[in-house]
């Protein structure tokens, strides 16, 4: 990718971003669970957005030609996308509701995982340290955390689909609104389709610092998926928690998110190989 088109795609994502944004932060004015965000914890989102993003842009092309190569080498793309123009309306629907679900599938596999395994939860963490869940948040994710999903969502899907062709509206509700939407900091109950589609109330749970929430509600777009795999977590009616995490505030600081993880991985390493130099130099 030349200097040129990294600017013009990083441009025009940013500016997108950036609008959606403003309009989900407007939104959450009207009714909001939290009334006292202070500012700062917006705009470090936004500074964040707006750095990391350049990075992920960064890295497409090399897992593009990585995503390629596994391809070929597999003879994948076993499910072939229909060509624009052979479907009506109800069969694209099906189609793009389909592929959203095992969007859905491999996410909820990988953000399982990410919870169950301490050393994955390290590029997980400054997601959830959150403590002003709010529309930003969505875009708090490590940059590891990106490479994580490339290889645990993008990659499988790129393999399932041979050149899967989604309207752009399906592009823009799905994967760039939706995330938005689900961490707003708005007081949005959506009644009995709480268990089939992911809303802010739904997701806070996710993010709740009380226990009893730990470990639900992993699913980003379709919460039956919960169900299915018994994390599902019904909230009350008036039920907003409190979110982040217990053990760790919520740092406003960019060089420590990224380094974060790094610094943690070594402590355990050394940790390990210190406990275990000690017990064999233990006499016996
Ligand atoms: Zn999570
Ligand atoms: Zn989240």
Same mark, same amino acid.
Request: proline share 5%.
């Given at each position: 990718?030349?200097?040129?088109?990294?600017?013009?795609?990083?441009?025009?994502?940013?500016?997108?971003?950036?609008?959606?944004?403003?309009?989900?932060?407007?939104?959450?004015?009207?009714?909001?669970?939290?009334?006292?965000?202070?500012?700062?914890?917006?705009?470090?989102?936004?500074?964040?957005?707006?750095?990391?993003?350049?990075?992920?842009?960064?890295?497409?092309?090399?897992?593009?030609?990585?995503?390629?190569?596994?391809?070929?080498?597999?003879?994948?793309?076993?499910?072939?996308?229909?060509?624009?123009?052979?479907?009506?309306?109800?069969?694209?629907?099906?189609?793009?509701?389909?592929?959203?679900?095992?969007?859905?599938?491999?996410?909820?596999?990988?953000?399982?995982?990410?919870?169950?395994?301490?050393?994955?939860?390290?590029?997980?963490?400054?997601?959830?340290?959150?403590?002003?869940?709010?529309?930003?948040?969505?875009?708090?994710?490590?940059?590891?955390?990106?490479?994580?999903?490339?290889?645990?969502?993008?990659? =499988? !899907?790129?393999? #399932?689909? *041979?050149? +899967?062709?989604?309207?752009? $509206?399906?592009? &823009?509700?799905?994967?760039?609104?939706?995330?938005?939407?689900?961490?707003?900091?708005?007081?949005?109950?959506?009644? =009995? !389709?709480?268990? #089939?589609? *992911?809303? +802010?109330?739904?997701?806070? $749970?996710?993010? &709740?610092?009380?226990?009893?929430?730990?470990?639900?509600?992993?699913?980003?777009?379709?919460?039956?998926?919960?169900?299915?795999?018994?994390?599902?977590?019904?909230?009350?009616?008036?039920?907003?928690?409190?979110?982040?995490?217990?053990?760790?505030?919520?740092?406003?600081?960019?060089?420590?998110?990224?380094?974060?993880?790094?610094?943690?991985?070594?402590?355990?390493?050394?940790?390990?190989?210190?406990?275990?130099?000690?017990?064999?130099?233990?006499?016996?």
């Amino acid at each position: 990718m030349s200097l040129e088109s990294w600017w013009l795609s990083y441009s025009e994502l940013l500016k997108q971003v950036l609008l959606t944004l403003f309009a989900f932060v407007c939104l959450e004015r009207f009714i909001p669970i939290q009334r006292s965000h202070s500012i700062n914890a917006l705009i470090f989102n936004v500074s964040y957005k707006i750095l990391n993003l350049g990075l992920v842009l960064c890295l497409i092309p090399s897992f593009a030609l990585i995503a390629q190569k596994i391809k070929v080498m597999l003879h994948a793309g076993y499910i072939r996308w229909p060509a624009p123009g052979s479907l009506d309306l109800f069969q694209t629907i099906l189609w793009c509701l389909a592929y959203a679900f095992i969007w859905d599938l491999l996410q909820y596999a990988g953000h399982r995982m990410q919870h169950s395994i301490p050393f994955l939860f390290e590029i997980h963490k400054f997601h959830h340290a959150e403590r002003a869940l709010n529309a930003s948040s969505t875009g708090r994710k490590h940059i590891l955390e990106h490479i994580f999903e490339e290889f645990t969502i993008v990659l =499988p !899907l790129i393999l #399932i689909f *041979s050149d +899967p062709v989604l309207p752009v $509206i399906v592009q &823009s509700l799905f994967f760039n609104g939706w995330g938005y939407f689900n961490h707003m900091n708005a007081r949005i109950d959506l009644g =009995p !389709l709480t268990s #089939i589609v *992911s809303g +802010p109330q739904f997701h806070r $749970i996710h993010h &709740s610092i009380d226990s009893k929430h730990y470990n639900k509600n992993f699913a980003a777009f379709f919460p039956f998926i919960d169900q299915i795999f018994g994390t599902y977590y019904k909230p009350s009616a008036e039920e907003y928690p409190d979110t982040g995490l217990e053990d760790r505030d919520d740092v406003h600081n960019l060089l420590f998110v990224y380094v974060e993880p790094l610094k943690n991985w070594s402590s355990a390493i050394i940790k390990l190989l210190s406990n275990s130099w000690r017990t064999h130099s233990e006499p016996t």
